[in-house]
């Protein structure tokens, strides 16, 4: 039993050591907002489709490929994510939404909101986590640092 315990209690810290990284106070976005997500990793692609809204004081986030079927959703609420649905937690859709909300927080906020963040030109990075590369301010690419995973982000409607 205590056994059982203490691995759940691992588990837990875990869980919450790898949680990435949010600014204290949620950044201005104009929502709602539609965006194609291109997932690119391993010579693979995958395609889904993200719809961000406001939600009284959280922000929504609702992912689902492209038949409609639900892939990950989350809450944002006072700087934390809460599941929302009955899915499974998909820590990899958390990653992602959360460097989009870096990638999406302006250039005028982004120093306040995110001391570490670093930009230059055209690209965004917040060290030890993503790097971001716009072709515009609605079309970006996110590196996931230390992985072979990228992904290519536009706004619905927009070609590849």
């Not at 909300?101 to 005028?108: E, I, Q, R, Y």
């Not at 120093?111 to 515009?136: C, E, K």
Request: hydrophobic share 45%; aromatic share 6%; net charge positive.
């Amino acid at each position: 039993m205590i056994r059982l315990l203490l691995i759940s209690c691992l588990l837990l810290l875990s869980a919450c050591a790898s949680q990435p990284p949010l600014p204290e106070k949620t950044p201005a976005l104009v929502l709602p907002m539609q965006l194609h997500v291109q997932r690119l990793a391993d010579g693979q692609s995958q395609d889904w489709l993200l719809v961000i809204q406001r939600e009284g004081r959280a922000i929504r986030w609702s992912m689902m490929d492209l038949l409609g079927i639900p892939q990950a959703r989350q809450k944002l609420v006072d700087g934390a994510w809460q599941a929302d649905g009955l899915l499974p937690p998909n820590p990899q859709a958390r990653e992602l939404f959360a460097a989009l909300l870096f990638a999406l927080t302006s250039a005028d906020d982004v120093r306040a909101l995110y001391p570490s963040a670093q930009a230059m030109d055209l690209t965004r990075t917040l060290p030890g986590h993503w790097q971001i590369v716009y072709q515009s301010s609605e079309v970006f690419r996110v590196n996931m640092t230390g992985q072979a995973l990228s992904y290519r982000i536009s706004p619905l409607g927009i070609g590849r």
